[in-house]
């Protein structure tokens, strides 16, 4: 079946500086979504991405959809301590009924 | 407002006894899935529905029961809970699953099997 591996698996940065993670499909999804889960919390929608290549932006958050579609990465520039959380990638799979969630990325972030 | 509704928030069970945890939706939504959260093993999806008296297995659905009555409930049944049903579980619901279509989260349920 359709795996999605996401990494780094844990990730501890400074304040201000940069994050990134990265999420690998094993096969082409017609779309990605990423979510992010606060401690405690539950996952929240952030961004959905379709076209190929397609990149979109939310503040300090820059999301990327790869030219083959079977990759995605989010990266946050100048971290702040409201960033802390888990981010996930997700993708339809199984005829576009099922959902793949990537293990998720655990950020800290530094003060 | 719009959300989706879980009960219990936590609960504490023994082996072998039934339990069944409540999901509610008011956005009209088509789809709802549950979920369970693992450390180290992300959200795995467990049973969804495209809609009502349609239900189908996710990825780790032995042991779990759902039913789909009514639109807006989807009810998740542990008929013989063993400890390693021991999770954080969340139901989730979306308008559709096409582009463009946002999965929304419940609170989420601690369940402990002892």
């Known amino acids: 079946g359709q795996q999605v591996m996401q990494i780094p698996q844990y990730q501890h940065v400074q304040e201000g500086e940069d994050f990134t993670t990265y999420c690998n499909s094993s096969?082409?999804?017609?779309?990605i979504q990423w979510y992010k889960q606060r401690p405690g919390g539950h996952p929240v929608f952030l961004i959905q991405?379709?076209?190929?290549?397609e990149v979109k932006k939310q503040k300090r958050l820059t999301f990327q959809f790869g030219e083959a579609k079977k990759n995605s990465s989010l990266h946050i520039t100048a971290t702040q301590t409201t960033d802390v959380g888990t981010y996930f990638c997700a993708g339809p799979a199984g005829g576009y009924q099922k959902v793949t969630f990537g293990i998720g990325t655990k950020l800290q972030v530094i003060p | 407002e719009a959300q989706v509704t879980q009960n219990p928030r936590y609960l504490i069970t023994v082996t072998g006894k039934k339990l069944t945890v409540t999901c509610s939706q008011n956005?009209?939504?088509?789809?709802m899935s549950w979920y369970r959260q693992d450390p180290g093993l992300g959200l795995r999806q467990i049973y969804y529905?495209?809609?009502?008296?349609?239900?189908d297995k996710g990825d780790v659905p032995e042991g779990y029961k759902v039913s789909r009555k009514e639109k807006r409930n989807f009810p998740l049944i542990l008929e013989s809970p063993s400890p390693n049903q021991t999770s954080l579980y969340f139901c989730a619901s979306s308008l559709g699953l096409s582009a463009g279509d946002t999965q929304y989260f419940g609170p989420g349920t601690r369940l402990t099997v002892l």
């Open positions: 956005m009209n939504h088509e789809y």
């Open positions: 991405l379709v076209k190929s290549g």
């Open positions: 096969t082409t999804l017609s779309n």
């Open positions: 529905s495209m809609n009502v008296e349609v239900t």
